[in-house]
């Protein structure tokens, strides 16, 4: 059985406009010590998916199918059983720490919080485990800096007392949320870095999201390729990097300038901009965007079918045209 399993889940927003699908039908398996590496475009439901699974969604919000956490199916606990799991079993790095953690509250205390509700652990006990942690990701001068206030320390610092403060209770899964956002290259590195380091040592499942494709093809075992609000092609990382099936990833990738090739015009995009949940279209929500749109492109959902039944039986996209595709995506 799989650590974490998640059918179709489907999340409404509250908005302006009324209820809004932002979640459509995702489905995954996650093994122990697994990495999945979720991909796309700002607004495709990357974040909403991590907060699903979190039970941290805004006010008003609906869900409905199964996050299933060793068989246990999340969506049908109250809040203080999901406060039991939130943090324990299963933690969060969040894409901003200077807004995730209290400015008002020293780093020290923060990590502590988890300890306490979780572990039962207070005072020197406690703030032991604290250092402990901070030495672990490597933050300089622990001892320190656990009594510094968030904004004394640079983001770099800041995402290893967020990454901290997830592994304090040693979870099962952990949610990392665009980890290296408005880091420098050199920092981003070595954050992702301890990050792989921490999930090997330990053996939880991670579930990795990211715009940087790069990042995504480095550590992740399987991929899955998000747009508005669904997944649109799923599979291990070599499969779909080799073979890339569904339009949207083939323009995501192609999008990627390559190191030492030489560019005589501008790099390649993908036309328009990804709709408004209020306005995806009745059948697939990238045939505004999609040169090979038809008909049925605009009039039915599809569905997910393999990409290669012969070689791969994990890889599926959900596209009208897979019979039209060809190599051209692949990542070199």
């Avoid at 949610?175 to 999930?199: F, H, K, M, R």
Wanted: hydrophobic share 40%.
């Amino acid at each position: 059985m799989p650590l974490l399993k998640v059918q179709d889940l489907r999340v409404e927003l509250q908005t302006s406009r009324g209820m809004v699908p932002a979640v459509r039908g995702v489905s995954f398996a996650l093994e122990a010590g697994g990495t999945l590496g979720v991909v796309g475009e700002s607004g495709c439901g990357k974040s909403i998916t991590a907060l699903a699974l979190m039970g941290l969604l805004p006010d008003g919000a609906t869900t409905s199918g199964r996050i299933e956490l060793d068989g246990e199916n999340l969506l049908d606990l109250d809040e203080a059983a999901l406060c039991r799991i939130r943090g324990n079993r299963i933690a969060m790095i969040f894409q901003e720490p200077m807004t995730s953690l209290n400015p008002v509250h020293r780093i020290g205390r923060q990590i502590a919080e988890p300890l306490r509700l979780h572990r039962g652990l207070t005072g020197a006990n406690a703030r032991d485990e604290v250092l402990r942690l901070l030495d672990r990701v490597g933050l300089p001068d622990s001892a320190k800096r656990i009594d510094a206030y968030p904004h004394q320390m640079s983001g770099g610092q800041r995402q290893r007392v967020m990454i901290a403060m997830a592994l304090s209770c040693a979870p099962d899964i952990l949610l990392a949320d665009e980890p290296t956002t408005a880091l420098d290259v050199t920092i981003q590195g070595q954050i992702l870095d301890l990050i792989n380091e921490l999930v090997e040592e330990s053996g939880m499942g991670l579930v990795l999201i990211s715009h940087d494709l790069g990042v995504i093809s480095q550590t992740s075992d399987n991929v899955a390729v998000m747009y508005g609000g669904a997944m649109v092609e799923q599979g291990p990382a070599g499969s779909l990097f080799g073979q890339l099936a569904h339009p949207y990833s083939q323009g995501l990738f192609a999008a990627v300038p390559r190191v030492g090739e030489a560019h005589d015009g501008p790099l390649q995009t993908i036309p328009g901009t990804v709709p408004e949940l209020a306005d995806l279209p009745t059948g697939c929500a990238f045939a505004e965007r999609c040169a090979k749109a038809s008909d049925i492109c605009w009039a039915q959902v599809p569905a997910m079918e393999l990409v290669a039944p012969d070689r791969q039986r994990e890889h599926r996209a959900a596209c009208h045209h897979l019979d039209d595709r060809h190599q051209d995506g692949a990542v070199p």
